[in-house]
């Protein structure tokens, strides 16, 4: 038998066998590739999406500005208003989350320490990215987070837990101070007292109705309430400014470094004489008010009086219909006269209910009452003109002129609140009263000691004129809100202050040198426009169209 041979290379290759399966998985494959290719079905939208996209009615058109009506500043002052309600409903109840914890009352006074221990640490750490972020995205990020968390509140039932998520929570609630710069950029000059007033009236009126709301709620129901109430209040605040907050432009669009804007508020702080005035009188008046409701307490609740916790609530109500007078007052007076007038118009209106309250309360409940009207109508007088002042200083760094104010207005707080107590547990009502009368005294020394004009730190250079003056007040009104909303709302939204020209050339210029005092670079505002345009259409096609 003949061995076989090796197959001869040069021979071809005999065709291979068909495979069913081969070929048709071969003929399948370009299917399946086609199919793999094929875009997929749009998916619903996740969450991020949903909330970081704008409505349109909302968007930023650099053609067509988004206008500052009434119904918008009254939106601010809601949302401020029960945002900073936050940092009070605990106040009236520290003897109920005692028992609740099972804690020492001195324990459970540390709820209200770390209430402003982080609200103070959100003014110095998020407040200045105001200058920094578009302000929508910003304020809805930090009210949604704070929203979730509250949640945890109002389930806890660990001590340490609750003071934690407090602490947290007063972080994030500084959406109310990133509010008001902007009311300040966005408000006609001729109009931005009024609109100051609006917003700030909200503010003072969630501090005092949260001490109301919440006593008068857990004497009757359980304290969790009010906490479940406040976690109903700040996502129904989240959807109202989702729906109607416009997206205004960074004001700063080239972007600045962090450390480079903590490190700026000092240098502010100290090359502007008219905001270290405005900052002292703030600590003087801050320091009247807590140290007024903290002793008013140990007061009308000892004799003569020995009211209960519900009825010395109700002086809140006082001072909250005092409130309402402010908006009013600023339209008719303090828009129309110099900032530094108007201030020391709410502060003799202060010292005048001081003295009557400090000298009469120890017989008559009828000193309390008049000096808890006089007092929020005078400090509110004189904080709305001092803002209305400040925010013409630097408008391309509103956020990190307000936080250098509110720190300031902070530390009086927190001043008044500890030689109040003080002074009354060693000299009483009319000690600790006198302590404040002492602080009124020095707020108005402050605002003698330099004019309105004044360039230096102490004079009265450029007269003595009451009321006010410039391109603005001389211009008819449409014509005014015309040039403000050019000049504010070109190059970045960012406007001007009281003294602005209605020049675009002169306010470019203007812009320019507020850059290189703060250190950052020159450029225009139309990138920020552009970036605006470019998230729209971005979120447009996440949202599917």
Same mark, same amino acid.
């Not at 995205?137 to 109002?154: A, K, Y």
């Not at 669009?253 to 502007?272: A, E, Q």
């Not at 203007?510 to 729209?536: S, Y």
């Given at each position: ?177 990133? =509010?008001?710069?902007?009311?300040? *950029? ?39 309430? /009010? ?60 320091? %009247? ?44 007076? %303090? ?43 005078? /400090? ?34 927190? %001043? ?54 410039? *391109? ?47 250190? =950052? ?9 552009? *970036? ?14």
């Amino acid at each position: 038998m003949a061995a076989s041979s090796p197959r001869d290379s040069s021979q071809p290759d005999p065709p291979p066998t068909p495979d069913t399966r081969t070929s048709s998985t071969a003929a399948a494959s370009p299917e399946r590739k086609d199919a793999s290719s094929a875009p997929s079905p749009p998916k619903w939208p996740t969450i991020w999406p949903l909330i970081f996209y704008t409505p349109k009615r909302c968007r930023y058109d650099p053609a067509n500005p988004p206008s500052f009506t009434i119904w918008l500043n009254l939106l601010f002052a809601f949302a401020g208003a029960f945002t900073v309600a936050n940092l009070y409903y605990n106040h009236p109840i520290l003897h109920i989350l005692a028992q609740e914890f099972g804690v020492s009352n001195e324990r459970a006074s540390l709820i209200p320490t770390l209430a402003q221990a982080g609200y103070a640490s959100g003014l110095l750490f998020l407040c200045p990215l105001g200058d920094v972020f578009p302000r929508r995205l910003f304020v809805l990020s930090l009210v949604l987070f704070t929203s979730t968390v509250w949640l945890g509140l109002c389930l806890t039932n660990s001590f340490a837990v609750f003071c934690s998520l407090t602490l947290i929570t007063s972080v994030t609630t500084v959406t109310p101070q990133l =509010m008001l710069p902007l009311v300040g *950029d966005l408000a006609p000059p001729h109009r931005r007292a009024a609109a100051l007033s609006i917003t700030s009236s909200g503010f003072l009126l969630g501090l005092l109705f949260a001490r109301l709301l919440s006593g008068v709620v857990t004497e009757y129901t359980s304290w969790r309430n /009010i906490y479940w109430l406040a976690f109903g209040l700040q996502y129904l605040i989240f959807l109202l400014l989702w729906l109607f907050m416009p997206d205004y432009p960074s004001t700063n669009p080239d972007g600045i470094n962090y450390f480079r804007i903590l490190y700026s508020i000092g240098p502010i702080f100290l090359t502007h004489p008219l905001l270290v005035q405005a900052c002292l009188v703030g600590f003087c008046t801050s320091s %009247t008010f807590t140290s007024f409701w903290t002793t008013l307490t140990f007061l009308l609740s000892a004799p003569p009086y020995e009211y209960s916790t519900l009825i010395i609530g109700l002086f809140a109500l006082i001072g909250i219909a005092s409130m309402f007078l402010g908006p009013l007052w600023s339209r008719l007076v %303090t828009d129309r006269l110099i900032p530094l007038f108007s201030v020391i118009i709410g502060l003799v209106i202060c010292l005048l209910g001081t003295c009557i309250g400090t000298y009469t309360g120890t017989f008559t409940v009828a000193g309390p009452i008049l000096q808890t009207a006089l007092l929020d109508f005078g /400090i509110q007088t004189a904080m709305i003109a001092n803002r209305s002042a400040i925010y013409g200083i630097l408008p391309l760094a509103r956020n990190r002129v307000n936080t250098a104010y509110m720190i300031t207005a902070f530390c009086g707080q927190l %001043t008044g609140t500890a030689v109040g107590n003080h002074v009354f547990a060693r000299s009483g009502w009319i000690g600790s009263g006198s302590t404040s009368v002492g602080f009124l005294a020095a707020a108005l020394l402050l605002c003698v000691v330099r004019g309105p004009r004044e360039t230096r730190w102490v004079g009265w250079g450029g007269g003595w004129q009451i009321r006010k003056e410039g *391109d603005v007040a001389k211009k008819p009104a449409a014509e005014a809100v015309g040039d403000e909303e050019k000049g504010e709302m070109a190059g970045g939204g960012a406007g001007g202050g009281e003294s602005d020209s209605a020049d675009g050339g002169d306010s470019n210029t203007r812009h320019v040198d507020e850059k290189r005092e703060l250190g =950052m670079t020159t450029t225009t505002g139309g990138d920020a426009e552009v *970036d605006c345009t470019k998230n729209d259409k971005d979120r447009d096609a996440a949202m599917g169209g």
